[in-house]
């Protein structure tokens, strides 16, 4: 790219991705080929594409008063306009969209849309959000984000709060520290969130709030950048800035357990789950995802690269970049 790439994002099923750049956006099939390169008045910091449409929501770098950073706007790269867009009165911290909604999380608030009109939904004080943690499940527009209203935290002392907002709200406990990343399985049964430290991973239900799994990234702290479930919800991807991607197996034999197992009754770590497979990969920022038939793992660095790695969903261990 000429010019720098400022976000990178795969669409809902990982058949194409996109990049933001500094004057712009493009945007890219699975095969890596360029399908659109549209030169906008203002950088990107976020793109989020609509499936496989040509519609892409758009948040620009404030370089230009009509691109700030609290305005989300709707593009059609094959009409080459913006032909809808929304302003919020604080800087917008991450966008999710499905088939008929927008999730828009704020600092200190969550909004959803309708589609197309981009109409207002609902509004929800959830704060803090430092990190922009947000999901939307695809068949059901459940959202999560996290953060949690005035109320539920005095009444709870955790800082990893999560709202489930849908017709049954939940309110999730999910981690001791603020939640950095989450997401759902395809079917929206499963929600999978990863805080701060980056350690442990952990696996909810959407109906009940509770925790169904937990798996061990490792031992030191880190940064995730990335959950991501398989079509089948048999596996779990896990990307963080220690230079490798982890594969976490679903059914309750296939992960690796740890060498002090024999000392579990006695730890929390030595009965910890670790991962069923992993690839080695640069160390920055990496986002990931299956392809439908969970037999790859398709890799997306921090400069809009499009990487794959052959997985053997039986046998697992070591993937190698192709």
């Known amino acids: 790219f000429v010019s720098t790439v400022t976000c990178v994002s795969f669409n809902q099923d990982y058949t194409r991705h996109t990049v933001g750049t500094e004057s712009g ?3 890219f099939d699975a095969s890596g080929v360029l399908l659109t390169q549209d030169k906008l008045q203002t950088g990107v910091i976020i793109a989020e594409l609509m499936f496989c449409t040509p519609i892409c929501v758009l948040v620009g770098n404030g370089d230009r008063p009509c691109y700030p950073t609290n305005k989300v706007f709707w ?5 080459c306009q913006v032909t809808n867009e929304s302003y919020f009165h604080e800087d917008v911290k991450a966008v999710r969209l499905c088939a008929t909604v927008v999730a828009v999380a704020l600092l200190n608030s969550v909004h959803l849309l309708s589609l197309p009109s981009l109409g207002p939904l609902q509004k929800h004080e959830l704060g803090p959000n430092p990190y922009g943690a947000l999901a939307i499940a695809l068949p059901s527009a459940l959202v999560a984000c ?69 798996f061990r990234r490792g031992s030191d702290l880190a940064v995730v950048f990335d959950l991501s479930f398989s079509i089948d919800t048999q596996f779990l991807a896990v990307s963080s800035d220690k230079g490798t991607i982890h594969i976490f197996s679903l059914d309750r034999t296939s992960n690796r357990k740890s060498k002090l197992s024999l000392l579990a009754p006695l730890s929390s770590y030595a009965c910890s789950e670790w991962s069923f497979a992993w690839c080695h990969v640069d160390r920055g920022k990496w986002l990931c995802g299956f392809n439908e038939k969970s037999t790859e793992l398709r890799l997306l660095d921090e400069k809009g690269a499009l990487h794959r790695a052959p997985f053997n969903p039986r046998r697992g261990g070591q993937l190698y970049i192709v």
């Open 75 to 79: 593009y059609d790269f094959e009409q």
């Open 25 to 27: 956006f493009s945007v």
């Open 146 to 214: 996290a953060g949690a209203s005035s109320v539920q935290r005095a009444c709870r002392a955790s800082k990893g709060l999560l709202n489930l907002i849908g017709p049954t709200p939940l309110l999730v406990d999910a981690h001791e520290s603020p939640v950095r990343v989450c997401t759902f399985s395809t079917d929206g049964h499963l929600l999978a969130t990863v805080s701060d430290k980056g350690t442990l991973v952990r696996v909810f239900s959407t109906e009940s709030g509770r925790l169904v799994r937990e």
